[in-house]
């Protein structure tokens, strides 16, 4: 199995700008999990999806930030506007259930100018 | 404050050494589990342990688990250079609730 992917792996934007980061997850995987994780705020959880179905989205900052989920192969984590306090390591990770060993993606280094 | 918390923050050891993490939690919980995360990379799972399991061995790692104290550990025998990471809790509340990840361990194995 190739694991979890994730794209691009970096990027740089300019602020204002619209930022979509992409997952694909494990094959046969119901749940899918979005994380940001930087040195101030460790690791965080921005929403999760269980059948591709959004269960929790309370981590989510604000409205700039949205995530979908269209079918069991792929989500989209996007930013827009982006501002320079959304630079982090954004992962992705995916497991049978939301409970369950969870597997993570390569991450995105997103860097907001 | 959160629901896994780690202790110590960072730990440094030489090789050969046993390395020692705790982690703490609130609620009860379904199960517990240990990942580690090399610098710039996404977090490997390392080991499950269940509510009902007091302890679990895979390979130098060996993971205990205390209902009671709400509390688990995770030992790391003869460390190697390798080793050096950081190591997360995660513990899964019931209802099929997702993971919720502690803060973190910085292990740092020198030769």
């Known amino acids: 199995d190739a694991g979890v992917i994730q794209s691009p792996r970096h990027e740089v934007t300019e602020m204002g700008q619209e930022v979509t980061l992409r997952c694909k997850p494990i094959s046969g995987h119901n749940s899918l999990f979005w994380y940001r994780q930087t040195m101030m705020r460790g690791l965080e959880l921005l929403i999760y999806f269980n059948n591709n179905v959004p269960i929790d989205d309370s981590g989510m900052p604000e409205d700039r930030f949205s995530a979908k989920m269209p079918n069991a192969s792929f989500s989209t984590l996007k930013i827009q506007p982006s501002e320079p306090r959304d630079s982090a390591v954004y992962f992705c990770a995916s497991s049978l259930a939301p409970q369950e060993t969870q597997y993570f993606g390569p991450g995105t280094r997103l860097l907001v100018l | 404050s959160q629901q896994g918390e780690e202790d110590p923050q960072a730990l440094s050891i030489q090789e050969g050494e046993n390395a020692t993490m705790n982690c703490s939690y609130k609620t009860s919980i379904n199960n517990l589990q240990w990942y580690r995360q090399n610098s710039g990379r996404g977090l490997v799972h390392l080991i499950l342990?269940?509510?009902?399991?007091r302890e679990k061995h895979s390979g130098r790692l060996r993971v205990t688990l205390d209902t009671s104290k709400k509390s688990s550990s995770l030992l790391i025998t003869a460390s190697r250079a390798a080793d050096t990471a950081s190591y997360f809790c995660?513990?899964?509340?019931?209802?099929?609730?997702?993971?919720?990840f502690g803060t973190g361990t910085q292990l740092k194995v020198e030769l």
């Open positions: 342990i269940r509510s009902n399991e």
């Open positions: 995660a513990s899964s509340t019931g209802g099929g609730n997702k993971l919720t």
